[in-house]
């Protein structure tokens, strides 16, 4: 599993990459929502997905790559 967070890590730098992996989620989730289910759950799906693949992506790079903080870019 280090392996792979060394290799996500060194895409950007995390806080832009938290802000790329939270839209991502948004709109993969929220646009589908939108057809289906309306804008207001959009907004709240949408959103709820963006955070849980935000925190996911953080706990990936602070369990296994602790000096990201660090780490000379």
Same mark, same amino acid.
């Given at each position: 599993?280090?392996p &792979? !967070?060394?290799? %996500?890590?060194? &895409?950007?730098?995390?806080?832009?990459?938290?802000?790329? %992996?939270?839209?991502?989620?948004? #709109?993969? %989730? +929220?646009?589908? %929502?939108?057809?289906? =289910?309306?804008?207001? !759950? =959009?907004?709240? #799906? +949408?959103?709820? !997905?963006?955070? &849980? *693949?935000? #925190?996911?992506?953080?706990? #990936?790079?602070? +369990? &296994?790559?602790? +000096?990201?903080?660090? *780490?000379a =870019?």
């Amino acid at each position: 599993m280090r392996p &792979f !967070a060394e290799v %996500v890590v060194s &895409f950007a730098p995390p806080p832009l990459m938290v802000a790329i %992996v939270f839209s991502v989620a948004y #709109l993969l %989730v +929220g646009i589908p %929502v939108h057809f289906t =289910r309306g804008a207001t !759950a =959009r907004d709240w #799906l +949408g959103t709820l !997905a963006g955070i &849980f *693949a935000a #925190l996911a992506y953080i706990v #990936l790079v602070v +369990g &296994f790559y602790p +000096g990201v903080q660090t *780490a000379a =870019r």
